[in-house]
């Protein structure tokens, strides 16, 4: 392990809530199996490429959270723009990257360890991941320089720049490296803010998959817990250039998920829901920040899944 990896104070044992209980297991099962037939279809699917629709490729990551027990809210800005573009956001979950796939369908920059993970890894290489050896620093220049041809290409790629998963109840800072591939390949950046609650609107950390934790005992704990709910908040673009060197991009687009982090935070006893809904809606208004009245943070959304 090298010193320079970056690392989170999050452990299973100190910041997991995972309450669960021997009723929960039937239908824990059921959720499995679903996300398990859902990731078959996609294995199924990859043959087809380019061919299948981004629109489809979302639907179908939404579908993944949702088979998991998760109800999904995205909000925030317009819809993502077409072409090159990095889409950076915290790292909670391995939910994070499903969700961020609803978003807009993108290349994820994984680190290397993932390609050995039952079925996800095979599947996260077919996707077209680009893979970063966290433990050789001496690589990250070409990884920059793959990730820069990818976005230069008009293609969109994920990436967490904190460097490690963190419970949700705190976050790590943004690393630069990944945003210098953005300037070199003259790419907008698009922060995005996730977040995991419950119905009542209390935050839960029994998503996060941090520290030891074994991936399949964190799917467990997901399909096992009731009521959650994944905060998507899609915030602003930072258009090509603005700002100009990596340090200051690094830390606008952690502003921009921390503001957003901070928004949720004294939203969280808005009433959820309501009684008009229907089945599986979750309808929250937006909190609009003093000072900022752009017409997309004044607009609520409502999302079903």
Known sequence: MSVWL????CTPRACVDARASLAAVPLAVLRLAAVVTLLLVGILLIPLGARIPSSAVSRWSRWIVRASGVRVRISGAAAPP???LLLVANHVSWLD???LAA???ARMLAK????RWPVAGWLTARSGALFIDRDRIRALPGTVARIAEALAAGDAVVAFPEG???CGRAQGHFRRAVFQAALDAGAPVQPVSVRYRLLDGGASTAPAFVGDDALL???WRVVSARGLVADVDVRPVLGPG???DRRALARAAEIGVTDAHDLATCAAGIHVGGTSAPAGTIRVPRPVPVGRRTPAMLRGRTYSS
């Open 6 to 9: 970056p690392s989170a104070p």
């Open 82 to 84: 077409a072409g090159g």
């Open 97 to 99: 990257i499903p969700l």
């Open 103 to 105: 978003v807009r369908p």
């Open 112 to 115: 290397s360890e993932i390609r």
């Open 164 to 166: 490690s998963t963190w």
């Open 217 to 219: 005992t964190s799917v």
């Open 242 to 244: 603005r700002p100009r």
